[in-house]
Nanobody, 119 residues
Framework: QVLLVESGGGLVQPGGSLRLSCAAS????????VGWYRQAPGKQRDLVAV???????NYADSVKGRFTISRDNAKNMVYLQMLSLKPEDTAVYYC?????????????WGQGTQVTVSS
């Protein structure tokens, strides 16, 4: 099992920045990919950014050039640096880990952190 805890959300003005953090614990060596998703009210949960193990990062078109995902393997942390925030970035952001145990892949989710972009 992989446990995830997010932090760093909050209220920010348009054009501002925030950095989200995700602390991973548990069976971290089984992780295949880590990423961030977001869910706005009344909408589905969508991928924001992902880092596969041994692969290249991938971003949603709406955040390319503004958001950066990174990981610190020594600290078991995943980050999402968000710049030039827009009101449409307002959502609950979730950290996600995909991991494999005995040939089966699972998803682990954090509890979510609210990001509100408003003047």
């Amino acid at each position: 099992q992989v446990l995830l805890v997010e932090s760093g959300g909050g209220l920010v003005q348009p054009g501002g920045s925030l950095r989200l953090s995700c602390a991973a614990s548990g069976n971290i060596f089984s992780i295949d990919a880590v990423g961030w998703y977001r869910q706005a009210p009344g909408k589905q949960r969508d991928l924001v950014a992902v880092i596969p193990v041994g692969g290249s990062t991938n971003y949603a078109d709406s955040v390319k050039g503004r958001f950066t995902i990174s990981r610190d393997n020594a600290k078991n942390m995943v980050y999402l640096q968000m710049l030039s925030l827009k009101p449409e970035d307002t959502a609950v952001y979730y950290c996600n880990a995909k991991y494999t145990v005995l040939g089966r892949q699972f998803d682990s989710w954090g509890q979510g952190t609210q990001v509100t972009v408003s003047s």
